[in-house]
């Protein structure tokens, strides 16, 4: 874009107000929920109460009884209506073996509890659930295996009779010479370190409502999904039908952080259902069937070791790490994955070995939730570095900068592979600066005299900090267009998923930086497979790296035809006109001006006349931009905590955190994207633990047992930012859904070892528990008499 071509103010940085906002504020949002359709069968799902059990026999005549149940289906009906019962993988490999997904309804053998065995379709939600409560599953009750150190026992019973055993897969990442990393070092620490499981939990849950269209022939779904594009096309292969009969709107999606990433067996039951009843199907997810159904992430174990010098300078990282996996894998091994190669993180570490185990648990299935792995190395790499200080008495920021990847050193190649099998590069920033401007933002200097002070009223008080990085912007592609209309308005079409995080703003900014045109009147259209025909939706912080740069390169195309057919109209040269305001101007007599509108219209077609020479036909571009790289984004995390030593209760005082996330197409998201992934760190920190018993019963089925954090636990968020363009796409943007919650758990580990240093207690397993906290003081103060 010529600089004569801007206005006088780039929409690109401005902290814009998200043009969604007002209708979503006022009640105006449409939900899959507000989908009402005459005539709609309601869905009720019959779930397994058993962890593990074969299904002996279903019987439907009771709730068929009750006056509006339609019909109650279950798997050996359903099988008739797809081309296969069983889910298809949704990541294909040949590294992994076809029966590892989940049915669409279980035939067989339930492997976790809440897997749906059966479905009653009634008049209404009402009805098809007390319908649901009379159907009949025979059980015959299966061991079933909770954690993974008991699915590893050699007699331990198999989570699932069809898989040869509990172990799904077996992988090693590293580099380096490891053993010699740690032969001779001065120093080697070992910590074990769990992290829990937990969930999304976005504020609306799953749902779908499936139409058929008997006047097309055609199935319409609505549905709240992030990844609308896979949805149909997963649809259309289970129904043996062309993609073209089948349409997916995602309207406005309360949510998502992963949960909403995969197609569920539910949600192909129900658009099976309505294309073979030619009727309305309409299913909506209450909370409780959230916990049971949709799936979790987090739950892993580490034992590991470090090596380093007299100076804390790391030689050698290596260890184990166990995944538990749940009883299926939908998607592929992609956390564990992530998870073992996020350790490093922004570190310059010279030996690396993670051997890695992903174990099958009677538990419902993992799958990515916002982070995807990474708090979870981020998480041991930060412990580390904590130990490291602690046994060597060095200060931990001085250990932190001795092995942070420097700024001249950038870019930085990582002698690891991200998932697409390219190198990790971290491209861009300087990680030791922005370390040193927290720290002294939150006034790490002069902490020792607010600790001796606080200690002295009998508060026990620390501070503790992080780093991470995260990559961002994974492709292979997103899909853009942006089309001016012959009445002027400019629309943009993408694949990617709005989800409540301002995604058609920051899309609007970036095509009305090309085009000179007000944000506001941008038009974005996502999540509807019939306005782009390729897409692959919001997930991985990936959005305004893909779908921001096929929307700048197709903004670029339509700009630069707007100039040549405008200077055709005006006959002027084409570098005598520039765009200001919807209209193609003479720079030197900006009184002489043609309007996009009239240009549309031209180039729209009249019957019997010519398209001015050397252009095609409308006022349109369509990019589908493919990554090379992924773009790192960077966060430095600090947090001041208290600990009250009598209950155990943690209490965070202050947080502050900057971020690099690259140009900032619109500021005000970006921190309340930050926002909200501290605010999810909060909770993986100190509340959030999905629980089980031995037998693999859920135990944290209410938020009454699964504590979300609310606005009581959260201090004010001081965020900053820098940037630092990101080579690797036109816009320099980098991610930022997921940053905000990977270092948090770190920071705040990092500040209750701070608090507690007088008993040396060492964080090693989140959500740090105020019972398990009281009894580590416990045991110290009784050890020292």
């Known amino acids: 874009m010529n600089a004569r071509d801007r206005i006088s103010t780039s929409p690109i940085g401005k902290r814009a107000l998200r043009a969604e906002d007002v209708r979503l504020l006022t009640g105006a949002g449409r939900y899959v929920a507000d989908i009402d359709l005459a005539d709609a069968l309601h869905v009720a799902f019959v779930r397994s109460p058993y962890a593990h059990a074969l299904i002996r026999g279903v019987d439907g005549s009771a ?35 076809s029966d590892i997904t989940p049915y669409v309804l279980c035939p067989e053998e339930v492997c976790f509890v809440g897997e749906a065995v059966a479905m009653v379709l009634a008049t209404s939600r009402y009805i098809a659930e007390d319908g649901a409560a009379l159907v009949m599953v025979d059980y015959d009750p299966l061991p079933a295996v909770s954690d993974v150190h008991a699915a590893l026992e ?23 010479e490891c053993d010699a990393a740690f032969q001779d070092a001065p120093h ?8 829990h499981r937990g969930g999304a939990h976005p504020m609306e849950c799953r749902g779908m409502v499936a139409q058929y269209d008997k006047h097309q022939g055609a199935l319409m779904i609505w549905a709240s999904t992030q990844m609308p594009h896979e949805l149909a096309f997963t649809v259309a292969k289970a129904l043996g039908l062309p993609d073209s009969l089948v349409r997916v709107v995602a309207p406005d999606v309360g949510g998502g952080f992963g949960c909403k990433f ?73 956390c564990a994955y992530n998870s073992s190669t996020a350790v490093t993180g922004p570190y310059a570490i010279p030996a690396y070995e993670m051997r890695v185990t992903v174990v099958q648990t009677n538990k419902i299935y993992v799958i990515p939730v916002r982070g995807a792995g990474y708090p979870q190395g981020t998480f041991v790499m930060e412990r580390l570095l904590d130990r490291i200080a602690f046994e060597l008495g060095e200060d931990r920021a001085v250990v932190r900068a001795r092995n942070l990847v420097p700024a001249e050193k950038m870019p930085y190649v990582k002698p690891l592979t991200a998932r697409s099998g390219r190198p990790i590069v971290l491209d861009s920033g300087d990680y030791l600066d922005a370390q040193r401007r927290v720290l002294e933002r939150i006034g790490y ?132 006109v520039c765009l200001r305001d919807g209209t193609v101007r003479v720079i030197d007599d900006p009184g002489r001006a043609v309007t996009y509108s009239e240009i549309a219209r031209l180039l729209r077609g009249i019957p019997g006349y010519d398209l001015p020479p050397g252009v095609g036909a409308g006022l349109e571009a369509t990019i589908h931009w493919e990554p090379t790289d992924m773009a790192y984004a960077h966060g430095f995390h600090a947090c001041e905590v208290e600990v009250d030593i009598v209950t155990g209760e943690v209490r965070v005082l202050r947080y502050v955190a900057t971020h690099d996330s690259g140009t900032l197409i619109n500021p005000m998201t970006a921190e309340g994207q930050i926002h909200g992934g501290i605010v999810h760190g909060i909770g993986n920190a100190l509340f959030e633990c999905m629980r089980y018993d031995d037998q ?46 990977i270092p948090v758990t770190s920071a705040i580990a990092s500040a209750i070892d701070d608090a507690l240093a007088d008993f040396r207690i060492r964080v090693s397993r989140v959500p740090v528990e105020p019972v398990e906290l009281v009894r580590q003081i416990a045991a110290h103060e009784q050890a020292a008499g």
């Not at 129900?270 to 299913?283: E, F, P």
């Open 63 to 97: 709730a068929l009884e009750v006056p509006g149940v339609v019909a109650v289906i279950d798997a050996r009906q359903m099988a008739t209506y797809l081309e296969a019962l069983r889910m298809p993988l949704g990541w294909p490999t040949s590294d992994l073996p």
């Open 154 to 176: 050699p007699d331990a019973p198999k989570v699932r009779r069809e898989a040869p055993g509990n172990v799904l897969r077996e992988f090693r990442v590293g580099y380096g």
């Open 188 to 195: 080697v620490f070992r910590e074990t370190i769990s992290q």
């Open 262 to 334: 995969v197609v569920y067996p539910e949600e192909l039951a129900v658009a099976a259902v309505a294309w073979h009843h030619k009727r309305a199907v309409k299913w909506i997810e209450d909370r409780m069937e959230h916990f049971l159904g949709a799936i979790q992430e987090r739950d892993q174990l580490w034992d590991v070791e470090v090596a380093c010098d007299d100076q804390g300078v790391v030689r050698g990282i290596r260890g184990t790490m166990l995944h538990d996996q749940g009883a299926y894998t939908p998607q592929g091994v992609n």
């Open 445 to 576: 200097a002069g902490f020792e005299a607010r600790r001796q002070a606080a200690r002295r009223d009998g508060r026990y008080i620390g501070l503790g900090f992080a780093h991470a990085v995260k990559g961002t912007g994974r492709g292979p592609f997103e899909s853009g267009s942006v089309r001016v209309s012959s009445n002027g308005h400019v629309t943009v079409a993408t694949g990617a998923m709005a989800m409540g995080q301002g995604l058609n703003t920051a899309m609007a900014q970036v095509a009305a930086e090309q085009l000179c045109v007000p944000v506001e009147t941008v038009q974005v259209i996502s999540g509807d497979t019939a306005h782009t025909s390729m897409g692959v939706g919001g997930f991985a912080s990936r959005q305004t790296v893909t779908a921001g740069s096929s929307v700048h390169y197709a903004a670029v195309a339509v700009a630069a035809k707007l100039r040549k057919v405008g200077a055709y109209m005006l006959k002027v040269d084409e570098q005598a």
């Open 696 to 741: 693999a019963q859920p135990i944290s089925t209410t938020f009454a047992d699964y504590l979300l954090t609310t606005a009581t636990e959260v201090p004010p968020l001081e965020i900053s930012f820098t940037e630092s363009p990101a080579p690797s796409n036109p816009l320099g943007v980098k991610g930022v859904g997921e940053a905000g919650t």
